[in-house]
């Protein structure tokens, strides 16, 4: 049997999605110049690239965007297997700025762990926040994101899929439900 694969964000709900967060983020931030965005590789590098400019459409201001690569610091290349690093581009130093981690989904918090450790490596911020489009629960990591898109009970044999035009030529959130495979 084909998994059952179920609509959670349209391309609309997804853009509104985003405008939401944008606004959280600037309301917290306070001032907008001590503020940079880094999005983890692979889906909050685009997602951090598009909150920044709905940043600068709503506040007249550009904010700063980065790319991080967890690779070295994820605590499961044991288990998952090497992959090919992207490249880290954080082109601006950290040092008392508010940090605003992205990413798309958030499942156990240990991509976030690790990004925790990374940015350590490019000075040391006033505050990190974490935005994500969608939190799907079990947690195994006392890790909880200050800016949530969509929190989705799921079950762990799901898999949330979070598509975006950039990376793969449309945008959506979709719930893949592979029991009966």
Do not use: W
């Amino acid at each position: 049997m084909s998994p059952k694969i179920v609509e959670i964000l349209s391309e609309e709900e997804l853009r509104r999605t985003l405008t939401r967060l944008a606004s959280q983020i600037v309301e917290k931030a306070g001032d907008l110049s001590d503020l940079v965005l880094v999005g983890i590789y692979t889906r909050g590098v685009p997602l951090a690239h598009l909150l920044g400019a709905q940043i600068e459409a709503l506040e007249n201001t550009r904010v700063p965007v980065g790319a991080l690569d967890i690779t070295f610091y994820r605590d499961d290349l044991d288990r998952i297997g090497m992959r090919t690093p992207a490249k880290t581009k954080i082109p601006f130093d950290l040092s008392g700025k508010t940090v605003v981690l992205v990413d798309d989904v958030i499942f156990k918090g240990r991509t976030i762990r690790a990004a925790l450790d990374a940015i350590n490596d490019y000075g040391r911020p006033a505050v990190i926040r974490l935005a994500v489009l969608a939190d799907r629960g079990h947690r195994e990591l006392p890790i909880h994101p200050d800016f949530t898109g969509k929190c989705l009970p799921t079950a762990k044999e799901e898999q949330v899929k979070v598509y975006l035009n950039e990376i793969d030529g449309r945008d959506g959130i979709e719930l893949i439900d592979r029991q009966n495979d």
